[in-house]
């Protein structure tokens, strides 16, 4: 199996096609981290003080978000950050896209080539059919995670920038794969990266558990190609499948233990209770559901992050996020049938960390 590009690999990574747009994207991943680690800070900061001269407190959950939006947008500094912001994340997709477009017909060649290639196997059904709600181009994505041919290649050099460089060899997936917290029993047979992408986790919960079966799924037929030849390529035996979380091909209590990091901030808030019967029919008596994601109703949250998830939804195509925000997602885990607690906590302090196991 040939490198995933025609510059080779920096590790687990792609390299983009020209070594300008690698200088290009590295500006870009710096820019972010100003963006995130300095200029969001000052933002929240500014916009704390400008509620606490308004009289607005900082810890009700009861205040208005146009309330929250008013005070912010006061401070100068914030709608310079959202124009950053907005403006970083459409270069970063441009840039991407165009330069493995230049070596996208052999990357092409590359996943075919590698569909029927193990030790894993790779299933797609070509009768599947993508609902709607999944085909948006969340993060602005071209394409989405559906409907790129290149979108697990361009998704894959993205996440470098999104993670501004602090997960290029998959570090927080080998961390949160770490953390998985096993059954009582301590029997791990099998285990499902529910929304699984380009694999990160898969490989990674592989390496945990190298004696169990594992199996990633995705709706996204891109997302599970280049996971695959990526597992192809580095010749790790895990499964990948493209499928539905709400609707999966697998038999009832197959699983030990069902993983599922940021997925569901993602999903229309219809479809959880969907997806929260099926990881239940799938798991075992004793699995665990481990979840990584995103906060909700369950936990405090200061007016700035109300008001940047608010602003990421809007401007960074997360049309469902502010649903499961203001969701109680612990109630909707018991309402399935699941015994829920806190589970361990990642270097990521925006994450929160839930076991859900099934009784
Ligand atoms: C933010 S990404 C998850 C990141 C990934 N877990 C990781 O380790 O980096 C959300 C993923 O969920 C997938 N997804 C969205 N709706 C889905 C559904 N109904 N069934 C299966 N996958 C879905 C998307 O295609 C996308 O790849």
Redesign the pocket.
Known sequence: MPALTNRGQLGALPRPTRLADESYLDFLESFRDVLLTRMFPAMAAAGHARMIAAGLPLDDDAVPLPAIQAEFARAPIVPTWQRFMRSQQEMMWRRTRASFAITGAAHLADLAAATSAGPGRLIEDPGFVV?D??RRE?HLQPG???DDPLGGIV?HYG?KVFYQGGNDQDEL?AELASLTTLPGDGRVAAVL??????G??TLKLKARFPDAEIWG????AP?VRYAHARAVQEQVPVNFIQ????DMPFDDDHFDIVF????FH??PIA?IPK?LAEVHRVLRPGGTFVIFEFPSASQHLPPALRFMIDYDSRNNCEPYSPDFVHADFRSMLAAAGFAVSDGPASRNSFLQSIVATRP
Not at 217 to 220: A, E, I, K, N, S
Not at 260 to 263: N, Q, R, S, V
């Open positions: 609902p709600y999944a969340i989405g995670y559906t998704y996440t997936h990266d529910l929304g699984c992408s380009v990160q986790g799924l995705d709706v996204g997302m499928a539905l979380a709400e599922a990091y940021i997925l993602e999903l479809i997806v």
